[in-house]
């Protein structure tokens, strides 16, 4: 199936833009809605290649949607944007699905690390070096928070970060959701400007806690297992406090249904990808999509190239490969991207088409690469079927 | 009345020498408790002299108790621990009831301008230019809330200061009461080893707001009119809004009862000590109390030092004159203090015992003379008693 979009705008902006719409363009968007109803299902499937090109040459956009955890992921996105600003096929609309489970509440202000690296490494002003984070931070504040005996000790927060969570915890205090937050956010760091929509993965609080296999089990929040145990504390589970009433952020199912592509960046597919799989209706929109699903391998040579996806797979009794990790999204995987060093094993083993290109993220330029190659075979499913 | 305390500690320490209490102190609290008995109601004022004696020569703390704001109590206070650390006549507490009436939440935080000045100075963190805020303070984070779009944008916070309100904010939310709060806050500031403790007026979130003398009335905040407006707006009335079911925090009645001496430094009569004294029980504590009440001035030859006081007495219908101050305390004030410049008119028109000392706070030096002579005077009332 292939469908295509308007373009986006950010709420505010929308809610203008939709109320100048006029008789002509309602009548426009009914040929859209037929050609979508035509491009639907099987036959959409076998169809797509000439709609995705009559999408072009009408100058509507692309949807690309992807789920993303932190750092792996923005800067998967990063390199997706570099990639897509360079193509001539008209313009991209990308839509963030952003992991929430590692979110916490510290010195009373809600921190979504994994939504902020993505605002952060998007908008230029992320740290480069370590990832995460803002550049030219400083600690002031902390300090001071640490003066005064607050807790805990162990989450560095910059002065320029800070002001993120105090914004956020302001808007979210004042009744916002975190997905009217996270759109306001984003305007600051540029998002609509580079047409990407980030959608929190719900707006319901939910929290990834870890199980500790430890005689009498005890539950820490994963940000204290992952940061201040460095991830090295053996897991009996992971728990998502909160899943259990939780819904899908608005937009967030309509982006995986109606997407031309949708792809799965190197983040960590336990506590990342699996975290934002686990949303009620997520993985059934994923099974039920007509866009190809396209992952790119977060583990190089049976390693995670950062953080500690090795150790979270194995707390959950997966092999580390990348082969087993396509196995965690056999139901609706239709492509997965390997290193060359995995070539051999994981492509034999991965029941879907596999393609192997260097998977390190080693600057924007080759992050753009592997984003290319992954909608490259994206681009020869869709023509395929 | 002359009462004795026997020193004070901030809750934690309190609570675990309570629990340390012998019977053999228990006994001798018994007979302190019958000296107080002794020293009560208007034999008690008479027999002060003595009573006071007896308890610097068993090393028994003199209490004094204050009410105050911002910068101008918190100056005064400083020169009067200043003062109180060059007597050899024994220990001496300060119980100081702050002024919470200028409390305000920004960007979701907790601020109290009042509670911090007095922190801040006490703990040698003011910035001592302006009286208020951190020295070596920065703007970093509240540069990042402007550039996120976030208001009011005419409230400067620095880094440091800040994270005084996250953290208050932070224990607030967990349900500690304001007391509690700045209990805690104190100990980062080393007022319990100064023997000072701060109390706030209230734990009930009150703010005084500016009625303004517009066509149509508004309303707005204390903090809107004093900062953003230099209180320039005309004022129609001041309310203050959560008064109505305020209670005095725990202690602060208590404080002023069992004071041996209670001092107003020269702050704000109308939205400072006037909201204080606004606070159920305290109008009528200070009418009760038996020890000597003593007034500083906060004007010379009609003018504040520094803040909008004469804009504020103007406002509820008060002629800006030291005398006309003390007129508003006039149902409780045993004695007030004025510059030499008002000596002639002030001293005459007020029905107290008044004596004139240069009131001009311009060194830690000049504050402790000022305090100094303000104790002077509360001795003498209780002497001549």
Chains 1, 2 share one sequence.
Do not use: K
Not at 370 to 376: E, K
């Amino acid at each position: 199936m292939t469908s295509c979009g308007r373009g986006y705008a950010p709420m505010a902006r929308y809610r203008a833009a939709a109320a100048e719409i006029s008789a002509a363009t309602a009548a426009f968007r009914g040929t859209w809605a037929d050609m979508r109803h035509v491009g639907s299902g099987a036959a959409g499937r076998r169809n797509g290649g000439w709609l995705w090109a009559a999408c072009t040459w009408l100058g509507w956009a692309m949807r690309i949607t992807a789920l993303a955890g932190g750092v792996g992921g923005a800067r998967f996105l990063r390199g997706l944007r570099h990639h897509l600003d360079r193509r001539d096929d008209g313009p991209h609309d990308v839509t963030v699905i952003g992991n929430t489970g590692d979110d916490i509440t510290l010195f009373g202000l809600r921190v979504c690390p994994d939504l902020d690296t993505i605002l952060y490494t998007l908008g230029g002003g992320v740290h480069d070096g370590q990832g995460w984070g803002r550049a030219d931070e400083s600690h002031r504040v902390q300090e001071e928070l640490l003066a005064y005996g607050a807790t805990p000790d162990w989450f560095a927060l910059g002065d320029l970060d800070l002001a993120t969570h105090i914004v956020r915890s302001q808007w979210l205090g004042q009744g916002m959701s975190l997905s009217e937050v996270t759109a306001l956010l984003a305007q600051r760091w540029g998002l609509p400007e580079q047409r990407v929509r980030l959608l929190p993965m719900t707006d319901t609080p939910v929290e990834t806690h870890v199980v500790l296999a430890e005689e009498e089990p005890r539950a820490v929040h994963f940000q204290e297992w992952w940061v201040r145990m460095q991830a090295a504390a053996p897991v009996e589970r992971f728990v998502v406090a909160g899943m259990d009433r939780a819904v899908a952020a608005p937009g967030v199912l309509d982006a995986l249904r109606e997407a031309d592509v949708v792809l799965l960046p190197p983040s960590n597919p336990v506590v990342s990808i699996g975290i934002i799989l686990g949303v009620p209706g997520v993985r059934d929109a994923l099974r039920g999509t007509a866009a190809p699903v396209v992952g790119v391998s977060p583990l190089i040579g049976g390693r995670p190239v950062r953080g500690h996806a090795d150790a979270c797979l194995t707390a959950i009794g997966v092999e580390p490969t990348s082969a087993a990790v396509a196995g965690l999204y056999a139901d609706f995987l239709d492509a997965w991207l390997v290193d060359p060093t995995d070539a051999d094993v994981a492509v034999q083993r991965v029941r879907v088409e596999a393609h192997s290109e260097p998977l390190l993220m080693s600057s924007v330029e080759a992050a753009g690469a592997i984003a290319g190659a992954a909608l490259g075979l994206a681009e020869s499913i869709r023509t395929s079927r």
